[in-house]
């Protein structure tokens, strides 16, 4: 009997501590993460025929390139569709993880664990060992976040691993700069943290805003595609706070608006620069299987 199985994973935006999810911090010092899983998704596809031979294709509603995640969820959903039922989502998370660094990605943990667990994560990373949280917050905090954080995919393609590499090997020679930044960026998860759990939207434009600050301090090339455009409605004050997704140097960006503000003006800002606005949601499911067998 023939037999398909799908797997929906989501891909993720990260509000805080990006980089710290790496081996090459966390194998020394505590990373931690703040993460939304949201409602675009990669999708594998197992058949296996009446022959027992399998084809497996993959589909994907983000580019790669976007700061996304996108790569994590592909594995994700892969390994989802192959494992069978008896590994947890943690257990998909850590294997797809671990294919990656098998390729030479010097990444972190943090796209996998999204995918895998879906909704809002506080994570830890301490050497091999992650910490997963769910935050929970109202339902009209959460509505908050989806109505003022616009995302706008700038068509500017990154290869994260080309990225990481340059800061990683500063990093493991001293630099005091990169550390300084690294160590910057993950205290900016503790504040997001708390943002998040007092439900307080000024908090947490202010800590996106500074969060996205603390990135400069690893170099000024990540932000740049977007600063140039970006800084004049901050000092306006059209909009609360931006910050890119992922590695930075292109891909997606986040936008916060102040509350009452016409969203017309960052759209046609957007749509002058050849952005494309991206409609999201956050997820609350990470993998989702299912399994259809066929005479």
């Not at 994973?9 to 990373?31: F, K």
């Not at 949201?38 to 790669?64: C, G, L």
């Not at 503790?190 to 998040?196: D, R």
């Not at 140039?228 to 004050?237: R, V």
Request: charged share 25%; proline share 3%; net charge negative.
């Amino acid at each position: 009997m023939a037999k398909t199985v799908t797997v929906r994973v989501p891909v993720r935006i990260d509000l805080a501590g990006g980089w710290t999810d790496v081996p090459a911090y966390c194998s020394n010092q505590v990373g931690e993460v703040i993460n939304i899983a949201i409602n675009r998704y990669i999708t594998a596809e197992m058949h296996i025929d009446d022959d027992r031979k399998i084809t497996v294709q993959y589909s994907s509603d983000v580019p790669i390139g976007s700061g996304l995640g996108t790569s994590g969820a592909m594995n994700v959903a892969l390994l989802a569709a192959i494992s069978g039922d008896g590994r947890t989502p943690e257990d998909i998370a850590e294997l797809a993880f671990q294919f990656e660094a098998l390729l030479g990605n010097t990444g972190g943990r943090q796209d996998q664990w999204a995918s895998a667990l879906g909704g809002i994560q506080h994570l830890r990373f301490e050497g091999d060992t992650v910490t997963s949280t769910q935050l929970n917050p109202s339902p009209e905090f959460m509505s908050w976040i989806e109505k003022n954080l616009l995302l706008f995919d700038s068509g500017i393609t990154h290869v994260s691993g080309d990225l990481h590499q340059e800061v990683w090997k500063k990093y493991r020679k001293g630099d005091q700069g990169i550390k300084d930044g690294l160590e910057r960026i993950r205290h900016m998860t503790q504040e997001m943290l708390e943002a998040i759990q007092s439900e307080s939207s000024a908090s947490f434009a202010h800590s996106l805003y500074r969060a996205s600050w603390s990135v400069n301090l690893l170099g000024k090339e990540f932000n740049e595609p977007f600063e140039k455009y970006l800084k004049p409605l901050q000092f306006d004050e059209s909009i609360m706070a931006w910050k890119v997704m992922g590695a930075g140097a292109g891909g997606v960006v986040g936008i916060v608006l102040n509350d009452g503000y016409d969203r017309k003006t960052v759209t046609e800002l957007a749509k002058e620069q050849g952005w494309t606005e991206i409609k999201w949601a956050i997820e609350h499911q990470g993998i989702v299987r299912e399994v259809n067998l066929h005479e």
